[in-house]
């Protein structure tokens, strides 16, 4: 009886990747496009919760990396980011890619931020000012807990999280990415590769990140912020509301690229996904195509 091979599991275009290690932190593993052009602004890519930056922005790589060098990091506990033996704090993750930026002796960069990302550059800016050239946001929020629901929504989360812990199997990984990606979805080729990267996460720590952001509140300091700033706004997103996000563009003054899409438009909509983050990220460098 003739053995059956497993077919070769489809990998998007990826970035090159390198492990940079961070004197006091570890080792993180980094993708890191040089642009040829020396002049060329570097892009550092800050993922959303639960995922990482592979899995937030490969959509987008090529076409960033045409015209830019990129900085992609995976954050605390996601991907194949740190593993400390402490608490999460979005505070340290900023402290992390503020870090990598250094090793990697990148002066200055634009923040691109996606969802979690979102907060995480606004500490970036905050806590490291001189390596901000400009940010650019996205499906974010200024605040995560200003109204009952909200809280109770993610009381409820934290509550349940040692069940999704248990049940975070590779088959329910997989069914969820066929009800948001379904067959014949010019991404479907790459879901077992996704299932993959998915399961690199620590899940006691993607707990303790939501934990985190529903925390996190910016309208403190927000407005302060005094570098070119652009936000791609998911118009059809049921997890970060339109409206949440149009506060923070308004606090910090940023032009807005509107996106037609949910919150996993960067899956669902790779192609606009990748052509509002490049017309955003014009925008804040002066670098319009």
Known sequence: MPLRIASALEIPPLLPGRVVHLPGRGEIFVRHHIHR???????????GWTASSDLQ????????????????????????????????SLEDCAD???????????????????SMGGPISLLFWKRHPELVDGMVLQATALEWNATRSERARWRVGHVLGPVFRQVSTPRLIRFGLRKAI?????????????VGEVRRNDQWMISEAGRAISRFDARSFARDIDVPTAFVLTTHDRLVPPHKQKALAEAVRAEVVHLEGDHLAPMQMPREFAAATRRAVGVVTNRPR
């Open 182 to 194: 379904p067959r014949g979805h010019e991404l479907s080729r790459f879901i077992p590769w996704i």
């Open 96 to 114: 992390d890619a503020a870090d990598v930026v250094r090793a990697l002796g990148v002066g200055s960069v634009t923040t691109v931020g996606y």
């Open 57 to 88: 922005f490969f959509t987008a790589y090529e076409e960033l990396a045409q015209d830019f060098s990129v900085i992609g990091v995976d954050h605390r506990g996601h991907g194949r980011g740190l593993r400390p033996n402490q608490p999460f």
């Open 37 to 47: 052009d020396p002049e060329a602004p570097t892009l550092l890519l800050l993922h």
